[in-house]
């Protein structure tokens, strides 16, 4: 069978990589679900939390520019735009400004924006770790977490990277 179940893709285009790429983001979508209670419980949606995370994991001032944030994050500028609106009209972040060039404000996260995200974390590791300790051991939990985390720090090809002329020596 060359199509692979709940989504008939062709695996032939690469056998190797086709499978892991559809199951992960398979993985990815499921992994969201046991949060969602959690994140509505925090009254936030899932950009929200993304975004407040990101913050969180910009140490040591949890500081910042909305480019910064686009880079880490899968928002479109619109998107992200909205998203710190509503944050910042709860009191969760602020945008500050920079003596230097006016045109850039950068974003930080509140006290109050910390302690929630905080909280929503610690709930929604809570959820998605027990669903993740029925699908698999320490052992395997262990073994996965290393090769994303390989998967994650390697490099991507530039396409746009200049490539050697046919016949080049």
Known sequence: MNHMPHHGWDVSLDPHTVPVFLWLQWAHRRSLQPMQPTLARHALSSAEFDLLATLRNAEPDYTL????????????????????????????IARLCRDDDR???????????????????????????????????????????????????????????????????
């Open 103 to 169: 045109r850039i404000k950068p974003v930080r996260l509140t006290t109050d924006g910390q302690a929630l995200i905080e909280q929503a974390m610690a709930d929604a590791v809570a959820k998605a770790g027990a669903w993740l300790r029925t699908a698999l051991s320490g052992e395997e939990l262990t073994q996965l977490t290393g090769l994303l985390q390989r998967v994650a720090e390697a490099d991507v090809p530039d396409e746009n990277a200049p490539t050697a002329c046919s016949g080049a020596q």
């Open 65 to 92: 520019t909305p480019s910064q944030l686009l880079e880490q994050m899968l928002l479109t500028s619109g998107g992200l735009s909205k998203v710190m609106a509503q944050l910042e009209a709860r009191g969760l």
